[in-house]
């Protein structure tokens, strides 16, 4: 690998069909423990961490070659934008205007539509300790307003702490909302994640219809809350298919500088933990339900359902279209500044 600069290194990985070159970066700590990004659809590609018999493993889902990358429609990994989750109909209304998105998800728009921000080549820097990736998204893109600049930041502590920070500003309002969705398995193996436990601060969710889409409601979690439960206890078997889940939380409003506990994955076979804590106001969990494809990934087995589950910190779905939720608009006069954390640990 070349390009050292403190822990991080990188190297070309490839190129898209259209001559674009893309780099794998390497963030390594002292002890060893490293994350893997790209700046194709500036993805976590992996995590490795140790087990509590030290013996070091992935903990998320990742292919170990670009060609993957660039056949994926799972989002392995990948930053999501410029709106995180579904916006219904492809449509809103803004400042007196409408706009009209690329559909990619029945009648509605889901992860910034086709061209969404996984599937883009950004640019990549390198400064002291942290990798910067750059993006900048013209207006009109996916049918988007307002000219975009968006920075992706990720820092790796000696603790094993990924820390990823969203700053954008737009020269005209536009809905913004970024995530990363990556798929977290921490047995280190292609088991899937049904027996991990997870805990999430939260007591309602955002109700939905079978299309995912928001109802406008807030309601109590009941039997969707998680409290150090196994996530097979939470998935549903109709007959046909295991449903899992596939739910906005809205995180207990306690903020330290604000900072929110979002969640925390367990597995009891290899010891290893991930706590969340966001800026965020909520949480998306997605269980894998719909994971597929016929690339081996770093665990040499094909991704399927329920390989990996995700935690993604985000603002709420639709919100453009709910005015009984909070907003998220991005402007000349409102830059964007979010974070997302990552901790990895043992139980």
């Given at each position: 690998m070349k390009n050292m600069t403190g822990h991080i290194s990188s190297k070309i990985w490839g190129e898209t069909d259209s001559g674009e070159v893309i780099h794998l970066f390497r963030l390594e700590n002292e002890t060893g423990s490293y994350v893997e990004i790209t700046n194709y659809g500036a993805a976590i590609v992996s995590v490795v961490?140790?087990?509590?018999?030290?013996?070091?493993?992935?903990?998320?889902?990742?292919?170990?070659?670009?060609s993957a990358y660039l056949n994926d429609n799972c989002y392995l990994g990948s930053t999501i934008g410029r709106y995180a989750n579904r916006i219904s109909n492809a449509h809103f209304e803004l400042n007196g205007e409408s706009y009209y998105l690329e559909t990619n998800d029945g009648v509605n728009a889901n992860h910034g539509g086709l061209?969404?921000?996984?599937?883009?080549?950004?640019?990549?820097?390198?400064?002291?300790?942290?990798?910067?990736?750059?993006?900048?998204?013209?207006?009109?893109?996916?049918?988007?307003?307002?000219n975009l600049e968006l920075e992706v930041i990720y820092d790796w502590?000696?603790?094993?702490?990924?820390?990823?920070?969203?700053?954008?500003?737009?020269?005209?309002?536009?809905?913004?909302?970024?995530?990363?969705?990556?798929?977290?398995?921490?047995?280190?193996?292609?088991?899937?994640?049904?027996?991990?436990?997870?805990?999430?601060?939260?007591?309602?969710?955002a109700e939905a219809g079978?299309?995912?889409?928001?109802?406008?409601?807030?309601?109590?979690?009941?039997?969707?809350?998680f409290q150090?439960?196994?996530?097979?206890?939470?998935?549903?078997?109709?007959?046909?298919?295991?449903?899992?889940?596939?739910?906005?939380?809205?995180?207990?409003d306690e903020l330290i500088f604000k900072n929110r506990f979002a969640a925390e994955l367990t597995d009891e076979r290899s010891g290893r933990s991930l706590k969340v804590v966001t800026s965020y106001p909520g949480l998306f969990v997605?269980?894998?339900d719909f994971l597929a494809g016929d690339q081996l990934n770093h665990y040499q087995g094909k991704c399927v359902p329920f390989g990996g589950l995700c935690l993604e910190c985000q603002h709420y779905p639709d919100s453009i279209n709910r005015p009984e939720f909070p907003q998220a608009i991005t402007g000349p006069q409102r830059p964007y500044h979010e974070f997302i954390t990552f901790k990895f640990g043992l139980i």
């Open positions: 961490v140790p087990d509590r018999y030290g013996r070091y493993g992935h903990v998320v889902l990742g292919f170990p070659q670009v061209q969404g921000y996984n599937k883009r080549v950004f640019g990549a820097k390198i400064k002291e300790n942290s990798l910067i990736m750059s993006l900048q998204s013209e207006d009109g893109d996916g049918g988007f307003p307002g502590s000696h603790d094993n702490t990924l820390n990823i920070v969203y700053k954008a500003i737009s020269d005209r309002d536009t809905p913004a909302n970024f995530t990363n969705h990556t798929y977290f398995n921490l047995r280190g193996s292609d088991v899937t994640i049904l027996e991990h436990k997870l805990t999430v601060s939260a007591a309602e969710i079978d299309d995912y889409i928001p109802t406008g409601r807030i309601i109590n979690a009941a039997d969707l809350t150090n439960n196994l996530v097979e206890d939470k998935v549903k078997n109709t007959g046909n298919r295991i449903t899992g889940v596939n739910t906005y939380y809205v995180l207990t997605y269980t894998g």
